[in-house]
């Protein structure tokens, strides 16, 4: 068992979790925060992303002790009170979204896609949401709504 | 259609009412909810193909840590415990009846697939369930495997009852007619093709988790379901055999479907009956190497076409020969996808006096093939629009121009194909048109010239395409060998504050059911949107319902739930009409208020709704109090979507990719409800075509191991394999639902895997290429390219 200590959305938590933890896991299972999550178990379709230390990473690659001390950012911790974070309501105002399960990876992944490159191209976008995938969208207005989303968020 | 004329009613991009939870992570997925004290189940799967099992040794693993139970197929026997059940099956050509091999919940004495469920180690946690699983010794004798469909018959036999590995032999049509337009055909235009084999994926893998209730005699199943009622009525009358009252079935959030959560998996009926014999909840999430081997697949025929043409280039004669994979097993609707929806399409959009087809359904030892996004539409408009192509070719037309004089004329409706279907209405010149100038096909060939001029070969494909949806009706269905009737039930339920919450049969699984369905009952009775509760997935809330699929739910969902609202507001009327002492037919119902004709007379309709409550002032001796309606909807017929869709690629002959680099469709869904919705249903679909004719491809290896059992190796549409789509529509509504709706979440799907293969046939044509199979790989595609240069230089 690990002692792992981290900040998840602002909170400092803490619990003690088999060594083999992932820190999806940690997320879902120990914290109860299941909007991250797991779509495959190769590490390819990005159900999974959140921001650790405000980098966007698969959390089903990554060991929860591996997190130790970091702060970690799920799709719970984005939106200010009632209010959603510009890039969801980007993905609200141009029907990025379907089924909802690829959705808060796809957030996450986009946010911090526009945090690297505030104004992408469409080819941009394309290629940095490579490593998501989303079955239910054809991802038109995906990148419609990363457009949106980058706009909002002063790109 | 212009966006917000009408506010949040029919016809308006309303953004939609589900987003919210969805995107702040509150969603509920099956896989989310935890019960207190549950357990854990982990599969251990056949690593086989096809073998007997000999021995199963499981002491070692019950004395694990943690271990709670472990059930093999023996333990279900003795419990009386059945298997999923075929829900339609056909007669044979012969007379005879569709062979039905039992399918237990885990293998009893052989496996026949691999993946297939052999043994249920159950356990605290998942970790200590899959280390128990370890110590499982499985004695196998192994058996040949059955893999290439094409000699599936001369095999070894996989069941019993199913001699020569054949399920049915079904055929439809004048076989006789046929053969004579053929003989006396001016061209003949043959093909052969194969609708590759796919595996729907989902992103959310299927997950139930049951939980048993000692003190009523009573089960909870929470599952990753598109039609709870029917996932109830299968376990429990078929597999339990417990009354259907003892088992409440929820769907709530589901992570997509496209058909494959249809079906009732052994894996829920698992856990449902594990749940009463540990007296725990039970919980089973599939990762998704699960799903890869063990959801239904789709598609995997071989078709040989041949096609009639006279003097004039006119069609008169079409036979198909199909050779259908049904797999190791038969799912739910793994009969009827290959045949009745599959056959009667085969006249596609065109006038085809004589049309015969043979359907054989193969066993196989793969996993089990059904239903997935079009089901038997995609394999119908695959070859018929393929066939279309190379017959322009052959006779050397406008493919374009081929299809519109072959189209049915927009006077001829309805239409009576010679396959069964009558088409109630449709007019296939104008999205053709439209699409062709969305395109710019007019401009196409300076397009070919300029990417030649890069060294890319550039080609154009179309598609027109005829569907049906909405499965119907059942008196007909029934007498094709249906089990389950197809109508869809609707209540609802206005609150004494004029609030409105609407209980549909119908199931959402990203189609946005809770926006479109909203709005349609904002509309009629003119009541805010915000105040619509749309309410599904909860066997113990709906009345009955079968689900959605065959993109039924808003022509036969949204249907029943206008009838729903139309009784509503006749009651309404007669209450309105009491309250303010007129006859009941001068009271007039508009924008939400009851009037008296020619009068100032009004009543809102949260008025009404009050008093059918707070009944001091009512008409007792007409009405009960209350205002709650229901309707069951049974369709008259099918609905048939129609439309064109235009590929465009250009191929790297160094690389042999094929890029998709435009995208242009006209659909007739009929009337629409929310326009922003549909174009999200057809982008989807256009990507799952796209995804079947360039990149998937479910392949198992002469063993019968499943090669692409992972992301790694089926490859998934991503982003930067697609375009923007331009997608456009034109209308005739349907004749025969109140809302004019035909559903459009499948068109996408059906119409594009052929757009896409006749436009890399097109780029290639140059070479001297004339076929292609799916998926268009780059390899695949090199080396057509290659093979042609070489013939050429010889
Ligand atoms: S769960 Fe698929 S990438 Fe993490
Ligand atoms: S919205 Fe369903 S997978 Fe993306």
């Known amino acids: 068992m690990t002692m792992v200590n981290l900040t998840l959305n602002g909170k400092q938590v803490s619990a003690d979790v088999p060594d083999n933890t992932l820190l999806v896991t940690f997320i879902r299972e120990t914290m109860g925060l299941t909007g991250t999550h797991v779509g495959c178990d190769t590490s390819q379709c990005g159900a999974c992303v959140v921001h650790v230390d405000g980098e966007s990473l698969k959390s089903c690659t990554m060991l929860a002790a591996g997190a130790e001390g970091a702060s970690v950012t799920t799709i719970e911790g984005i939106a200010d009170g009632d209010s959603l974070h510009p890039m969801q309501q980007a993905f609200h105002e141009n029907h990025g979204l379907q089924c909802g399960f690829c959705t808060p990876g796809m957030v996450m992944s986009a946010i911090e896609l526009v945090q690297d490159n505030p104004n992408p191209s469409e080819t941009e976008i394309r290629e940095g949401l490579e490593g998501n995938i989303c079955r239910c969208t054809g991802y038109h207005n995906i990148v419609k709504s990363v457009q949106a989303g980058a706009k909002m968020m002063g790109g | 259609m212009p966006e917000g004329s009408i506010k949040d009613g029919i016809g308006a991009s309303v953004r939609r009412k589900e987003d919210k939870r969805f995107l702040t992570g509150s969603g509920r997925y099956t896989a989310d909810i935890t019960r207190p004290g549950q357990l854990h189940v982990h599969f251990i799967r056949s690593v086989h193909a096809h073998a007997n099992i000999k021995a199963i040794r499981k002491d070692a693993a019950a004395a694990a840590e943690g271990v709670v139970a472990i059930f093999t197929g023996e333990d279900v026997a003795a419990d009386g415990i059945g298997g999923p059940i075929c829900g339609w099956v056909v007669t044979n050509r012969d007379g005879s009846p569709t062979n039905e091999p039992p399918h237990p919940i885990l293998a009893n004495g052989a496996v026949r697939y691999v993946g297939d469920h052999v043994v249920a180690v159950i356990a605290e946690t998942l970790e200590q369930a899959m280390n128990a699983a370890e110590l499982v010794e499985i004695d196998y ?12 018959g001369s095999g070894p ?4 009852n199913v001699p020569g590995n054949m399920y049915f032999d079904f055929e439809l049509g004048d076989e006789a007619a046929a053969a004579a337009a053929l003989d006396s055909a001016a061209t003949v235009v043959e093909l052969e093709v ?15 988790l049951a939980e048993y209730d000692p003190i009523d005699d009573s089960y909870t199943l929470f599952t990753t379901s598109q039609n709870p009622h029917l996932t109830r009525l299968v376990i429990g009358a078929f597999m339990l055999s417990i009354p259907e009252s003892k088992l409440r079935v929820v769907a709530p959030d589901v992570g997509g479907g496209f058909g494959s959560k249809i079906y009732v998996y052994p894996e829920e009926a698992v856990c449902t009956w594990a749940s009463k014999k540990l007296q725990r909840p039970v919980k089973w999430t599939a990762d998704r190497s699960e799903s890869f081997l063990a959801d239904a697949h789709g598609r995997d025929h071989i078709n040989k076409v041949r ?4 003097k004039d280039n006119r069609i008169t004669g079409l036979r198909v020969d199909t050779v259908a994979n049904i797999g190791s097993y038969l799912s739910a609707f793994s009969v009827v996808t290959p045949t009745i929806l599959h056959a009667p399409l085969l006249s596609g959009c065109y006038r085809i006096p004589a049309i015969y087809t043979n359907v054989k359904g193969m066993a196989t030892t793969t ?3 059904d239903a997935y996004r079009g089901a038997g539409r995609p394999e119908a408009t695959y070859l018929l629009e393929r066939v279309m192509d190379t017959a322009a070719r052959q006779v050397g037309m406008d493919p374009a121009e081929f299809r519109r004089m072959n189209f049915i004329p927009k006077d001829a409706f309805p239409y009576q194909t010679p396959v069964a279907l009558q088409y109630d209405i449709g007019d296939y010149e104008p999205p053709l048109d439209k699409a062709l100038e969305m395109i710019d096909y007019k401009g196409f060939e300076a397009r070919r010239a300029e990417a030649a001029s890069r060294g890319k070969y550039r080609g154009i494909g179309l598609s027109s395409y005829i569907e049906a949806c909405g499965i119907a009706p059942s008196a007909v269905a029934g007498a094709l060998g249906a089990r389950v009737g197809l109508y869809e039930s609707a209540t609802v339920r206005v609150d004494p504050t004029g609030t409105v919450n609407v209980f549909t049969g119908t199931h959402s699984h990203g189609q946005g059911h809770d926006t479109t369905f909203a709005q349609i009952v904002a509309d009629k009775l003119g009541v805010d949107i915000g105040s619509v509760e749309i309410i599904h997935g909860d066997s113990d809330r709906i009345p009955f319902g079968m689900g959605s699929y065959g993109s039924r739910s808003l022509a036969v969902g949204g249907a029943a739930i206008a009838k729903a609202v139309d009784k509503v507001i006749e009651k309404s009327k007669i209450i309105a009409a009491h309250l303010m002492e007129a006859a009941d037919a001068d009271v007039v119902f508009a924008d939400g208020k009851f009037t008296v004709a020619g009068t100032d007379n009004e009543k809102g309709f949260g008025e009404i709704a009050l008093a059918a409550y707070v009944p001091h002032n009512y008409p007792h001796d007409r009405l009960e109090p209350g205002l709650e309606e229901t309707a069951f909807y049974d369709p008259l017929n099918f609905t048939y979507p129609s439309g064109t869709h235009i590929a465009e690629v250009e191929i790297d002959p160094s690389t042999g990719v094929v890029e998709l680099v435009d995208w242009a469709c006209c659909d007739d ?5 929310n326009p922003m919705i549909v174009e999200g249903q057809v982008h989807g679909g256009i990507a799952q075509g796209v995804g079947q004719a ?3 491809n479910a392949h198992y290896d002469e063993t019968g191991q499943l090669i692409t059992a992972s992301y790694m190796d089926y490859c998934m549409p991503r982003a930067d394999d697609l375009p923007n789509f331009k997608v456009d529509y034109t209308v005739t509504a349907c004749t025969h639902n109140d809302l004019g709706v035909k559903g459009c979440g ?8 052929p757009a896409l293969i006749n436009a890399v046939i097109d780029a290639l044509a140059p070479l001297g290429v004339t076929d292609m199979s799916m998926p268009a790989t780059p390899e695949k595609v090199w080396r057509a390219i290659n093979d042609a240069q070489t013939e050429a230089a010889e």
Do not use: K, T
Request: charged residues 20%; proline residues 9%.
């Open chain 2, 194 to 208: 194969r609708n590759n084999r796919l595996i729907p994926n989902a992103m959310e893998p299927r997950a139930a």
């Open chain 2, 694 to 696: 360039l990149l998937e």
């Open chain 2, 746 to 753: 499948e068109a996408g799907a059906i119409a594009s895997p």
């Open chain 2, 141 to 152: 004798e192994v058996l040949a495997p059955v893999v290439d469909l094409a000699h599936a």
């Open chain 2, 157 to 160: 036999q996989i069941h019993e």
């Open chain 2, 669 to 673: 869904f009929g009337n629409l409800i």
């Open chain 2, 367 to 369: 996993a089990p093939v």
């Open chain 2, 307 to 310: 096609m009639a043409l006279d």
